[in-house]
């Protein structure tokens, strides 16, 4: 019969490119058939010159697991392809055994080619006049796998899985040389960690979880066997379907082979197919919008993590590639999100304003030194979904468009390019700290009317104009007076500070703000920014630029750090797949001197009700049962913008800076409302009292002398 196969060609050309008989591929053996397909020795030995570097690799494509700061947590998962490689001692042998019986009954027998499985589905095949049976080992499987995964180009990809000769002949080639470097146990190991087993799940680990919610190393026989049974054909046999039949048949199937080779015995087998397939379906978390609905607020801290990753070059030359090293890249990240810090937040920022609110009421803690992100929580439902949510709040868009509550996945709190929101008075400590960098000492003073008519002209849309000239008033005639830093700071005395800001330069407040790490990001204010516009932008000091929460706690935590400023960091640890680490360090600066920082926090001490080291706060400021709230040192800025838009309040110990903000995300120009004020302020103060409840008290170091006066 084989003298007549040979001979007739129009026969065995679609075996020969269905690669079923291609020929036995061993040491010292002849291929008369690939001969005859008119591929000769000199051509097959150029398929496999060398071994494929990536058939020693693990699969290239894992899943990125994400924690919080305590390392236990997870946060989410990031994966096109949802594998994570274990090693086999991991794997449970049953799982092994059912592979085996499935795929390949002589895998410990061959040396990676089965010339009887060649022959018998040679045989089969040619007596039933099409192909119906394969001769792929596992090792063979594993070769075309690890070649298909490691593809770069869609010519890669076919070259790997194409239905011709020279295909299955490199696999043979491959397999043999491959089984030559590596255990058997070391080609089972990668196979499962790299087979299909359908709903997305790629690997043992993978297909365990997904289809049973546990590990491989504790699947039963029925589970290993139902396993198996998928890598044949994922969808035909999917035992998720609403018909297990055809899933149960494969199963009975795959057991029955593993009693025939005695892995099991026969009163085994017999039970193990008396069991119907028990499920316990998982559907892993992908992605932000997979955060767990206990969780479901932490998705704000996600999505900014995912935008930050997306900015850091170390992990590729544009954003889509970072993306997809995230994705594919089977990274642990240890984030800087603290679950106690974060708890405390949350609690205190929904008991202030529920998500059903079209006012937007967030709050962001940052580590001061590390630029760590602590906590991030904001009033609203991480979700895609916009059925339910309340109307726009801006007319113009109503009729189009639904409001961003109580869900939204839009970036409230920072990151991606939202402008944010107008933070009013907080901004004098933009102004103070550059007038103290310039050399003013804190008792600069001056006499603060009720209204001041100042050097800069009024700009479009800013408060107060007297004939062209921007004149600012204080919110409270009791304001009136002379004042230094202390008090002018500690009652948020506009006219003080825009005395203090002429004789520093509009200039130099806009600079230090970038020094401290603000970014523009709307039209006007890079251009009120710019070096032709920012000496005569005089109402900077009142907060009249968008910023976010997340850019106002890393400033004001400078302060809190000495001087040291440092770029706001979502992550602590970066392990790759190997253990190795990727690095991962603060981008830290010392952006101001020491005695700088520690004259301003002096004054930022009025605020609060804990009082100054150095000098005279008032008998009055803006926020003073803060210090009652929190207990230990502190201090902070309010911050109410033009018709109180927005109202803000950062506050800060040595230990942690929180920045907290009130505003209509959808309408910026809808005012919240001055008794709206008081929420941020407090948000602020129990969050920071049980983010460092039972930890030692640090105290302020006053500023020197020599800054005084």
């Not at 084989?2 to 690669?19: D, E, N, Q, Y």
């Not at 962001?364 to 992100?373: A, D, E, M, N, R």
């Not at 944010?420 to 102004?431: E, L, R």
């Not at 907290?660 to 004020?677: C, L």
Request: with cysteine.
């Amino acid at each position: 019969m084989m003298k007549r196969v040979l001979t007739a060609s129009s026969r065995l050309a679609p075996l020969v490119r269905a690669g079923l008989i291609a020929g036995v591929i061993l040491a010292g053996a002849a291929y008369p058939i690939a001969a005859a397909a008119g591929l000769g020795v000199k051509k097959t030995a150029e398929l496999v010159e060398g071994i494929p570097s990536v058939l020693n690799a693990t699969p290239p494509a894992q899943t990125t697991y994400v924690y919080a700061a305590d390392g236990r947590t997870l946060i989410t998962a990031f994966y096109e392809e949802h594998r994570k490689y274990i090693p086999i001692s991991e794997m449970s042998t049953t799982i092994q055994h059912a592979i085996v019986a499935a795929e390949d009954s002589r895998f410990y027998e061959h040396n990676g080619v089965d010339a009887k499985g060649i022959a018998r589905a040679f045989v089969a095949n040619h007596q039933g006049g099409e192909v119906q049976q394969g001769a792929s080992t596992i090792t063979m499987q594993y070769v075309r796998m690890a070649l298909r995964d490691s593809a770069k180009t869609p010519l890669e990809v076919q070259q790997a899985t194409e239905q011709t000769s020279a295909r299955k002949l490199r696999e043979m080639r491959l397999a043999v040389e491959l089984e030559k470097q590596v255990s058997k146990q070391q080609v089972m190991e990668r196979y499962l960690n790299s087979a299909y087993f359908g709903h997305r799940a790629y690997g043992v680990f993978a297909a365990a979880e997904v289809f049973f919610s546990k590990a491989p190393k504790d699947l039963t026989v029925v589970e290993a066997a139902t396993l198996a049974g998928l890598v044949k054909a994922p969808s035909e046999f999917d035992p998720a379907g609403k018909d297990k039949r055809a899933a149960t048949a494969r199963r009975n199937y795959v057991i029955d082979r593993m009693a025939d080779l005695r892995y099991l015995t026969p009163a085994a087998a017999t039970s193990a197919k008396a069991e119907p397939i028990r499920l316990r379906l998982t559907t892993p978390a992908n992605d932000c919008v997979s955060v767990s609905k206990v969780r479901n607020n932490w998705g704000f801290f996600c999505d900014y993590f995912k935008s930050w990753w997306t900015e850091q070059k170390q992990f590729g030359s544009s954003p889509q590639e970072r993306e997809d090293r995230l994705r594919r890249g089977g990274y642990r990240i240890v984030t800087s999100l603290d679950p106690k810090v974060q708890i405390a937040a949350q609690k205190h920022v929904f008991a202030k304003e529920p998500t059903r609110s079209r006012w937007a009421h967030g709050l962001v803690v940052v580590k001061p030194g590390t630029g760590h992100i602590k906590a991030m929580t904001v009033n609203r439902v991480y979700s895609l979904s916009q059925k339910g949510n309340g109307p726009h709040s801006d007319p113009n868009k109503r009729a189009k468009l639904k409001g961003n509550y109580p869900n939204t996945v839009n970036p409230l709190l920072g990151g991606s390019d939202m402008p944010g929101y107008q933070a009013g008075s907080t901004f004098k400590m933009f102004t103070m700290l550059a007038a103290l960098d310039a050399g003013m000492p804190m008792s600069t003073s001056f006499y603060a009317p009720q209204r001041y008519v100042s050097q800069y002209l009024a700009g479009p849309g800013e408060p107060g104009s007297c004939g062209g000239r921007w004149c600012p008033v204080n919110a409270s005639g009791s304001m009136t007076g002379r004042h230094a830093m202390w008090s002018g700071f500690g009652k948020s005395v506009n006219t003080y500070f825009v005395q203090l800001e002429q004789k520093v330069g509009a200039d130099k407040a806009v600079m230090m703000a970038e020094r401290l790490g603000l970014r523009w990001r709307t039209e006007i204010d890079r251009l009120q920014a710019s070096p032709a516009k920012r000496k005569g932008w005089g109402a900077f000091t009142l907060g009249v630029s968008d910023v976010t929460p997340i850019e106002m706690a890393s400033a004001y935590a400078t302060v809190a750090a000495d001087g040291r400023y440092c770029e706001p960091l979502p992550v602590q640890t970066i392990t790759r797949p190997d253990g190795s680490a990727e690095p991962v360090e603060p981008r830290c600066k010392q952006a101001i001197s020491t005695a700088v920082a520690r004259a301003a926090a002096d004054a930022a001490r009025c605020v609060t009700g804990y009082g100054a080291a150095r000098g005279k706060c008032g008998d009055w400021s803006t926020a003073p049962g803060v210090y009652g709230i929190v207990k230990r040192p502190v201090a902070g800025k309010t911050g109410t913008t033009d018709n109180t838009r927005a109202a803000w309040f950062v506050g800060f110990t040595p230990d942690l800076t929180a920045a907290s903000f009130m505003a209509d995300p959808d309408n910026p120009r809808n005012a919240v409302g001055d008794w709206q004020s008081l929420k941020p302020i407090n948000s602020v103060s129990e969050t920071l009292r049980d983010a460092l409840r039972g930890q030692p008290v640090s105290h302020f170091t006053p500023p020197p002398a020599s800054i005084l006066k």
